[in-house]
C-alpha cells in the first residue's frame, strides 16, 4: 500500500513538475515575442499561461485554494480580453482581474495575512502614500477611465498589503503585480513609455503570479 501512494506521489509530482516546465517555456515564448515583434506567438501563448499555472497548483503537492485557482483562472479571463482592441472588452478585463484580486485578498486573510496588525499598518500606510501619489500623477490624462483605473488600483493596492503578511515572496509578487499594472496605467494615461514598454509588463506580471502562486500553496500546506 504505501508502495502504491508513493508511485501516486511521484506521479503527481511529476505531472507538478511538467506543468511548470510548461509555464515556464510558454511564459519565455510569450517575452520572446514582445521583443521580436512575433505578433501570432504572443496572441497564442498570452491566454494559455494562467491555466498552465492553475494546473500546476492543482497537480502540486497538498491542498489547493479554491480561491487561488479562482485568481488564475480570472486573471487568464483578463489577458484573453485584454488582446482585443476595443474599450469595452478592456474594461471587462479590468473586471476579470478586480475579480483576481478580491480572491487573492480573501485567500490571504484566511491563510493568517493579517494577523501582524503592526505590520500590516506600516505596510498599508507605505501603500496608500504610492497610491495617492500615482494616482494624483495619472489622473489628469486617464479620461473617462479615471473612476475604474482609481477603483481597480484600491483592489490591487489591497492585494500587494495583504500579500505582505505572508512573507517575502508574496509580499515580492504583490508588489511586482503592482508595478506591472501601473506601467499598464502610465501607457492609458498616455505617459512616455519605456523601451520595451511591453515586455516590462508582462515579466513583472508572471514573476509576480509565479510568486503569489507558489507562496500561497506554501501557506495553505502551513495552514493545514
Known amino acids: 500500500m504505501s508502495h502504491l501512494s508513493s508511485t501516486i506521489g511521484s506521479r503527481l509530482a511529476g505531472r507538478a513538475r511538467g506543468l511548470l ?11 520572446g515575442s514582445l521583443l521580436t515583434g512575433t505578433g501570432a506567438v504572443e496572441q497564442v501563448t498570452k491566454p494559455a499561461l494562467m491555466p498552465l499555472l492553475a494546473a500546476h497548483a492543482s497537480a502540486a503537492e497538498g491542498p489547493t485554494p479554491g480561491l487561488l485557482t479562482g485568481a488564475l483562472l480570472a486573471s487568464a479571463a483578463g489577458d ?9 472588452a478592456f474594461l471587462a478585463g ?23 496588525r503592526r505590520r500590516i499598518t506600516i505596510v498599508a500606510a507605505g501603500y496608500a502614500t504610492a497610491w495617492l501619489v500615482l494616482i494624483t500623477q495619472l489622473w489628469p490624462g486617464l479620461g473617462d477611465l479615471k473612476v475604474p483605473v482609481a477603483g481597480y488600483s484600491l483592489l490591487l493596492a489591497s492585494t500587494a498589503v495583504g500579500s505582505a503578511g505572508l512573507g517575502w515572496r508574496a509580499g515580492l509578487g504583490g508588489g511586482l503585480f503592482l508595478l506591472s499594472d501601473t506601467l499598464i496605467a502610465t501607457r492609458l494615461a498616455k505617459w512616455k513609455e ?7 509588463i508582462m515579466s513583472t506580471y508572471l514573476a509576480a503570479q509565479y510568486l503569489l502562486t507558489t507562496a500561497a500553496l506554501k501557506g495553505e500546506r502551513e495552514r493545514g
Do not use: N, R
Not at 21 to 30: P, V
Not at 80 to 88: R, S
Not at 96 to 105: L, M, N
Open 80 to 88: 484573453t480580453l485584454l488582446q482585443v482592441d476595443d474599450e469595452a
Open 194 to 200: 519605456l523601451p520595451g514598454h511591453e515586455f516590462w
Open 21 to 31: 516546465t510548461a509555464f515556464g517555456a510558454t511564459s519565455a515564448a510569450h517575452l
Open 94 to 116: 479590468m473586471g476579470a482581474f478586480a475579480a483576481a484580486h478580491v480572491c487573492y485578498i480573501t485567500m490571504f486573510a484566511k491563510q493568517g495575512a493579517l494577523t501582524d
